[in-house]
């Protein structure tokens, strides 16, 4: 096995510790207040080094902040791109625009195993729970590129059940009341599995 082939092999296994302890919440804190004092700002960019994956988490997160969604889908792998598509994986990431300028991360902790590197990280959502999350990066041409991302997986769900809900009979509008269809709550299951499908490819694809 090759140091990528085991690196991948790593990743897949990592992706169900970083699903397990990323996604959990704990007590309630104070509510955010504004967009304007969550904002990732350049005095907390330049505590990291340039180039380094921390610093590259945040300028990535304030892309997101800023909305520059094109910015946003260059920090992810090329081949990640490919696989899911570059304008789902945008509309996916907009699912948050109206929540991403009142999240303001802090980075817990960053882990690096045969060529990926984690960044582990905590939010505060508005009602001032806890949210703790990742993003799993590997060096691609020389820059970091995201190859996982664990708010991404609900994304891409939430965006396939709405596009398949509005084109249900009767549910043509974003008002409607109706109950979620069986085949948008399947298109949501689908949807949400991307990424690993994604990375068990790449293990076909460098290990057969």
């Known amino acids: 096995m ?7 092999a790593s ?8 699903t397990l302890s990323a996604c959990g919440t704990s ?9 304007s004092s969550n904002l990732v700002d350049h005095a907390e960019l330049v505590k990291y080094p340039d180039g380094s994956v921390d610093r590259t988490f945040l300028e990535y997160w304030s892309n997101l902040q800023f909305h520059s969604w094109a910015d946003v889908a260059a920090y992810y792998d090329p081949s990640f791109r490919d696989f899911v598509g570059t304008a789902k994986l945008i509309n996916a990431k907009k699912v948050g625009t109206t929540f991403y300028p009142f999240l303001k ?4 902790r960053s882990s690096s ?11 505060r959502l508005e009602d001032g729970t806890k949210e703790l999350a ?3 990066w590997r060096k691609v041409g020389g820059n970091w590129q995201i190859v996982y991302d664990s708010r991404l997986d609900a994304e891409l769900g939430q965006l396939a059940q709405e596009k398949t809900q509005l084109s249900e009979p009767g549910t043509g509008t974003a008002e409607s009341t109706q109950p ?17 499908q994604f990375l ?7 290990h057969p």
Not at 2 to 8: E, F, I, S, V
Not at 113 to 123: N, P
Request: no cysteine; proline share 6%.
């Open 200 to 206: 068990q490819r790449e293990l076909q694809i460098n």
């Open 11 to 18: 990743l897949v296994a990592l992706i169900v510790a970083v």
């Open 105 to 108: 991360p802090v980075i817990v």
């Open 134 to 136: 990742a993003t799993t």
């Open 2 to 8: 090759t140091l990528r082939q085991a690196g991948l």
């Open 180 to 196: 979620v269809s069986k085949k948008a709550l399947r298109a949501s299951k689908e949807a949400a599995q991307l990424q690993s």
């Open 27 to 35: 007590a309630p804190g104070p509510p955010t207040t504004s967009a």
């Open 113 to 123: 195993d045969r060529g990926v590197t984690t960044v582990y990280y905590a939010v």
